[in-house]
């Protein structure tokens, strides 16, 4: 379940970052996306170490 979770959450990533390429982003809606990318890399890297920790065990 985690891995899956993984998955999604580094696809939200990929949407995010092409989201903040576009040109058509405002300012403000650049720094709302960028908080959000910010947060899914933070939950990536938890929950890349809860696999790396299950693989431990």
């Known amino acids: 379940m985690v891995a899956v979770e993984l998955y999604r959450v580094m696809k ?3 949407r ?3 989201k903040l390429e576009s ?3 405002g300012s403000q809606e650049k ?9 899914a890399r ?4 938890q929950l ?3 696999i790396d920790g299950a693989k431990g065990d």
Not at 31 to 39: A, S, T, Y
Not at 42 to 45: H, I, N, P, W
């Open 12 to 14: 939200q990533i990929e």
């Open 16 to 18: 995010l970052e092409k």
């Open 23 to 25: 040109p058509d982003a």
């Open 31 to 39: 720094e709302n996306i960028e908080n959000e990318l910010r947060n």
């Open 42 to 45: 933070v939950l990536k890297d």
């Open 48 to 50: 890349d170490k809860m």
